[in-house]
């Protein structure tokens, strides 16, 4: 997706939310503000974006969206536990009805065997405390697994939790 395709997928979100009269925020790591930008790109987003978390180490995902430390120690950063722990604490902290976090590998390096570059969690969190997690590999180099990821989180916010 180009950076116009982000910004019109961006727009129908912000429309989505504006007619629930509905706030979103994100927990973000490896997108690094990619999606908060997206989102302020669109003027007028503060009816419907108010604030979100770049929370690129550990700590800042313990500190910023209540993220527990032995989750991270049990089952790392990049891990459906995580993102859920993030989506639904940023949630919280802002509170916003939907959040997104993303935690995963953009390389070149810290991949692994178990979870090579191009892996990156997914959370989600909605009204009435739904929370839901899921994992997509990308291709590409460090930017095309940042852009995709982002993509790739406003697309299913949208399909999934704001058409309907």
């Known amino acids: 997706m180009n950076d116009a ?5 961006s727009r129908h979100i912000g429309e989505q939310l504006k007619m629930r009269k509905a706030t979103i925020t994100a927990a973000e790591s490896c997108t690094g503000g ?9 003027s007028g987003s503060s009816a419907w974006f108010e604030r979100s978390f770049v929370t690129y180490s550990n700590e800042a995902k313990q500190q910023m969206v209540g993220v ?3 989750t991270l120690a049990q089952f790392g950063a990049v891990s ?3 993102v859920r722990e993030m989506a639904a604490g940023a949630a919280k902290e802002a509170a916003a009805e ?4 993303v935690s995963g590998i953009a390389g070149p390096d810290g991949g692994t065997p ?7 969690w997914f ?11 899921q994992c997509q590999r990308f291709d590409g180099d460090r930017d095309a697994v940042r852009r995709q ?16």
Do not use: M
């Open 5 to 9: 395709q982000l910004q019109q997928l």
């Open 34 to 42: 990619w999606i908060a930008k997206v989102f302020t790109d669109i």
């Open 68 to 70: 527990q430390a032995s």
């Open 80 to 82: 459906e536990q995580t």
């Open 98 to 101: 939907y959040a997104i976090a």
């Open 114 to 120: 178990d979870k090579p570059v191009g892996t990156v």
């Open 123 to 133: 959370g989600f969190a909605g009204p009435e405390g739904r929370v839901v997690a």
């Open 149 to 164: 990821s982002v993509a790739w989180a406003l697309q299913t916010l949208h399909d999934e939790f704001l058409t309907n």
